[in-house]
């Protein structure tokens, strides 16, 4: 059952199995299983094969370099997923604990899962990738209630809706038919009400567009040749080749804004490369910019950075440093606890880059651009810099950037996992947003996470795009942020414990 609930999420997309699995969860175990141990074994089991389906492509970086990585490819499959089980372990057996009910567990579960993954996500190794709210990618119908309470706000929803199927499914062997009637039909009202909303969201704010292009290149290098030294200058060759405007300038016309993947410049890059800049700015045409990814060390203090570089056609250079490292891929989480035998062979492969200070925006042909790089897409809102009152200044930003590379993970599910992660803050910024990778998959989203243009995984391919225009005000989400998933936390609580309350009251 856990393995069934991970195709729920990219690339297979079936919503319906991750609401019956979950909802498996919670009626035969969380319900039906003795409480102590024998649910918490049982849940963990159940988490750990949902995690490790879902996050098999963890070990596919490992292969690349098998002779030095291979004996890690365990501690990827099956190390990391057992962590992330304890989000659902921890919910569990505070759940049974704590409330006795169907009713009680039935919407305090929702809020525990949803606790533990936020907690989990932001602070021992910073990783909210399979969350539930993402199960929902199937359409963006489903998606526009991001733009009210962000992805942690869909996941309770979404936990909750799972958790009312599997209480209707309880109170049915119980012969509760009203009971087992009535927790069904509130499911199908909370899928009515995303879809309605949906609805009326998508036909409220139509795509319209800003009158500039962006160029977006793919040149669909395997690791193996980016890591190849021998092969930058003819990497490079590639991009340059793709980028040219005089191939395709009669037919697109101007391009505004050229768009090269993570790491796409591929020397150790400084401010003081004249002939390296010149070369890139050969793609340019008057007023246009480069965007491209590269691995930068500053001359002034020998730090190692992963960047973005914006450079336009005259001297000026700007840069955006990458401020949401990738655990164990730039850096080394719990150095001081990984035995050293299994550090070096970690740390051949980790970049250990350091850390950016802030988001930017970035003022670039009349629009307000913010950069993010890779596996920052994956945390809502802290790629945005804030106002002066600490908020997120998504008023003041017209166009979102994601930088990437997904050739680490091969033809996985990870790259499209990674496109709907993205998609999903577009839709909770309300911000368009586009997408250049490596290897795939590349892609133009207005602010309702409506798809405008891809190239597939796998595939080299050119794609000259209109760039959407930010078409309405902040979403929601975006002005009160995670507030709101704290309130609907908190609305959880008082019920489930106003049900406990409630059966005091009875027994007396």
Known sequence: MGVLGSAGFAQHNITLAFLLSFAYLFAEIICCKDEGWNSSWAAFWFSLFFYASNLYWLAFPLTIDFKTHGALIPVALMLIPSFLS???VIATLVTQKFFSTVYQRMLFFPAAVSTMMYIFGHFPINFPWILPGYAWCCHEVFLQTLSIYGIYGLSIVTMLMATLLGASYVFYHSRKIKNAIITLLVSLLLLLKMIGYGFVHLHDHKTIYT????RIV?????QEEKNDESLDQKNLLQYLYRSNISNTIEKSGKIDFTVWPEASIPHLYRDDMAGLNDLLRSVLSTGSHLIAGAVREDIATGKIYN???VMGDDDNILKYDKIHLV???EYIPFRRCIPAQFLSSIASSVGDF??????KILRLNGLNVVLCICFECVFPLEFIPKNAKGYPDLDSVDLLVNLTNDAWFGPT??????LQICRSRAIECGVPLIRATNFGISAVFDGCGVELARIDMNTAGTIDVNIPKKNFGSTLYGRYGDVIFCIMVLLL???AGMGKYMMRIEKR
């Open 86 to 88: 304890l989000q659902i």
């Open 218 to 222: 793919q040149c669909n290098l395997s």
């Open 354 to 359: 350091d850390v950016g200070d802030a988001p």
């Open 211 to 214: 009158g500039l292009k962006a």
């Open 327 to 329: 655990p164990f891929g």
């Open 413 to 418: 599910s990870e790259p499209f996992q990674h």
């Open 493 to 495: 609580l008082i019920m």
């Open 307 to 309: 960047s973005a570089i």
